[in-house]
């Protein structure tokens, strides 16, 4: 299947089961190296094949490469130009995204673990040497991890905890830049999309008002007993708040995808500001658990972000974007431009 998107905005529509989502998820993962509905590599795999292939020319800003992502029974490959050893990093380097699904309520509503990796995104883009930072303190706390299970003390378990403490902090400290400079911009969509003033509270992975080093001493027999590092920015997680009432609490699902959207299209913003170039945002049926004002609002949000767009919907749909947009049909996976 090729596929050449317009600029600007990109409609692509059909019946369920048809292919559109799958075409999503083939630009998602140029972008990301991974699948943003979490499937395994077997289930992209066709039937038959030992892997799958996608390649494109991105062109991004003053910048254009050729992009080629491999995945199967041999392992992820992941080339930028020819260069192979950039991995996952390169891929958001040369396209950075961001997605709106129907599961994107699990942002809000899931475990803390997706909204860390939403901190880390926007540190990655904004924060200068963060993913090397980010490594550091994953080789470090798998060291000390391995060390605990291991009955280790003393001296080897003190020099982890002096890097893990070093790194995690350093860590902290640049998602809670982020998150400074990211706040007015999620509380002022928030209040836009919800109608109802929107908080965030993070939450550093420790004790509060306890230095990390302290942490991860007074706590090595708990760690000890369970096998893994308690305390730490592995730990963090975001508070989510809609009028002072937790948000993963609200009773309306739709109320946690406008939620989930505030936080996608801030990071988007802050992101594009950094880098002085719009990004791509793919919205997999937009429309879905949103009634005509809410999917309305959104679109206007979004619209306003300068971003390319690639929607999908079950029908070509007015209400989507301020002028018609390029026009794709899927049908049994294959894909017609009409307009």
Not at 13 to 27: D, F, P, Q
Not at 178 to 187: G, Q, W
Not at 284 to 296: H, R, W
Not at 313 to 325: G, K, Q, T, V, W
Request: charged share 25%.
């Amino acid at each position: 299947m090729e596929f050449t998107p317009d600029p600007h905005y990109n409609l692509i529509y059909g019946a369920n089961a048809s292919g559109k989502t799958s075409l999503l998820e083939a630009i998602g993962y140029l972008g990301r190296g991974r699948s943003f509905r979490g499937a395994a590599t077997q289930q992209l795999v066709r039937h038959g094949a030992e892997s799958f292939l996608l390649r494109a020319r991105a062109e991004t800003g003053s910048r254009s490469a050729n992009v080629g992502v491999q995945n199967g029974a041999d392992g992820l490959e992941i080339s930028v130009d020819g260069d192979r050893n950039g991995g996952a990093a390169s891929l958001a380097t040369i396209l950075p995204l961001q997605i709106v699904d129907p599961d994107v309520h699990n942002l809000v509503s899931g475990g803390p673990e997706q909204r860390r990796r939403y901190l880390d995104w926007i540190a990655f883009h904004v924060e200068h040497g963060y993913l090397e930072l980010w490594r550091r303190f994953r080789r470090a706390l798998k060291q000390r991890n391995a060390a605990l299970r291991e009955g280790l003390g003393g001296e080897a378990l003190s020099g982890w905890n002096r890097e893990l403490a070093d790194t995690g902090l350093a860590l902290h400290e640049a998602r809670r830049r982020v998150l400074d400079i990211s706040e007015p911009v999620l509380e002022e969509i928030g209040a836009d999309l919800l109608g109802s003033p929107v908080r965030l509270e993070y939450r550093q992975g420790w004790t509060e008002g306890l230095a990390l080093t302290d942490a991860l001493r007074d706590g090595v027999e708990r760690d000890r007993q369970l096998g893994s590092t308690q305390s730490g920015p592995h730990r963090a997680d975001l508070g989510l708040f809609v009028d002072e009432r937790r948000a993963r609490k609200l009773v309306s699902r739709g109320q946690q995808k406008l939620l989930a959207c505030t936080l996608i299209l801030g990071a988007t913003e802050v992101v594009q500001v950094h880098l002085e170039r719009p990004l791509l945002l793919l919205l997999d049926d937009p429309a879905a658990e949103l009634d005509a004002d809410s999917l309305g609002r959104l679109m206007a949000r979004v619209i306003g972000l300068g971003c390319q767009v690639i929607a999908t919907a079950l029908e070509p749909d007015s209400r989507l974007f301020p002028e018609p947009p390029a026009l794709f049909h899927v049908e049994q996976g294959a894909l017609e431009k009409l307009a």
